[in-house]
């Protein structure tokens, strides 16, 4: 069958966040062809797509999408020899090995029916909230995006995030952060609840189903009610944890920038075990001195449109009317290095490596 190569590996690149290198489940590392359809499925993400080939059996998608992405033809013809499926192009080929039974536990996921429309703010709600789910597997609850039907929100208990939006989901559920996520490359634009997954549909309808998960979430109203002095953030801070996120987001362990704030100057720095960037520079500030860790992301959409801010003793609050967002503060302390004559920027200004701050709050009903 000859096939436009581009558009074959487009639709199966979107069954990426199924797949699973460590075969966490039999045959989660291949994608399977069967009834006009190729799938995906790691056992807490499965993905559905539509496909041009009119065969049944696993390949493995590792090489497979590796010689998609390698062949330079526009089109290519896919044929099946000898248990293999074969790629030819143009004066080369290659065979990659299938398995002609599917034992990849697909028929696991509930088969999604009543489509509802997604709210179209729905995905921009998670882009900012899932930043903020845990990364620490013995607090399962705090690695979820919490859905409910009136808002979706996140903590890690460092900073949290509640954004007001109509869901339409019947109730409340988890999903985990590292799922959710998903549904933002995917653009969806439908959803569909069943027992234990939750459906998301593009318009190409490309179907991406994940685990919920019913169980208690901590109730963040004392978190998020915060009531303090207001101050306003400077808009340069956005663009500075730009720069920063290079290696904030090769942090393993939180992928935040960290901010010390000053009248008149601003200190950022980000590390990870493969570096460590600093800034600093002169800002529009005159508040009091407040130091906090924040994800690059959640930041630039706080400065860009809501720079006012209350600020406590311990904490940092943005309400930007949809979204709210709280972080814990630091204990402001001396910088190491003082650059009060105007030195030149570029040389940077670095500070004395502090712990994490932890939250002394418990979230409690």
């Not at 039999?26 to 006009?36: D, L, N, P, V, Y």
């Amino acid at each position: 069958m000859r096939i436009n190569r581009a558009d074959f590996l487009t639709k199966l690149e979107a069954l990426s966040p199924g797949l699973s290198p460590q075969e966490v489940v039999e045959q989660s590392s291949c994608i399977a062809f069967k009834r006009g359809y190729a799938y995906s499925f790691n056992d807490e993400i499965s993905v559905r797509t539509r496909s041009p080939l009119k065969i049944e059996g696993a390949v493995a998608a590792a090489p497979l999408l590796a010689l998609l992405r390698k062949m330079p033809e526009d089109e290519i013809e896919i044929t099946i020899a000898d248990g293999q499926l074969r790629l030819a192009g143009k004066r080369r080929g290659a065979d990659v090995r299938m398995e002609a039974e599917i034992t990849l536990p697909i028929g696991n996921v509930e088969t999604p029916a009543a489509w509802q429309p997604l709210h179209p703010e729905f995905c921009d709600a998670i882009s900012i909230v899932e930043a903020c789910a845990g990364k620490d597997e013995s607090k399962f609850a705090l690695t979820c995006v919490h859905l409910t039907p009136k808002w979706v929100e996140a903590c890690d208990n460092l900073q949290a995030t509640r954004y007001k939006i109509a869901t339409g989901f019947a109730g409340a559920a988890l999903v985990r952060r590292d799922s959710i996520r998903h549904i933002i490359a995917l653009g969806a634009v439908e959803f569909c609840e069943t027992e234990t997954w939750l459906h998301f549909r593009n318009p190409a309808h490309t179907v991406l189903s994940m685990r919920r998960f019913v169980e208690d979430y901590p109730s963040l109203k004392d978190i998020l009610t915060v009531a303090g002095e207001p101050t306003q953030l400077p808009r340069g801070l956005a663009e500075a944890a730009e720069r920063a996120d290079v290696f904030a987001a090769e942090n393993s362990d939180a992928d935040s920038v960290e901010i010390s704030l000053r009248p008149g100057k601003l200190v950022l720095q980000a590390e990870s075990a493969l570096g460590r960037y600093w800034e600093n520079k002169k800002v529009k500030y005159s508040g009091k001195p407040l130091r906090f860790l924040i994800v690059p992301k959640i930041l630039g959409a706080i400065v860009k449109k809501h720079s006012a801010c209350v600020v406590t003793r311990d904490r940092l609050k943005v309400d930007g009317g949809k979204f709210i967002y709280v972080t814990v503060l630091g204990i402001p302390g001396e910088l190491a290095r003082e650059n009060g004559d105007g030195g030149s920027e570029d040389e940077g200004e670095k500070e004395k490596p502090r712990e994490k701050t932890r939250r002394r709050e418990k979230a409690d009903d």
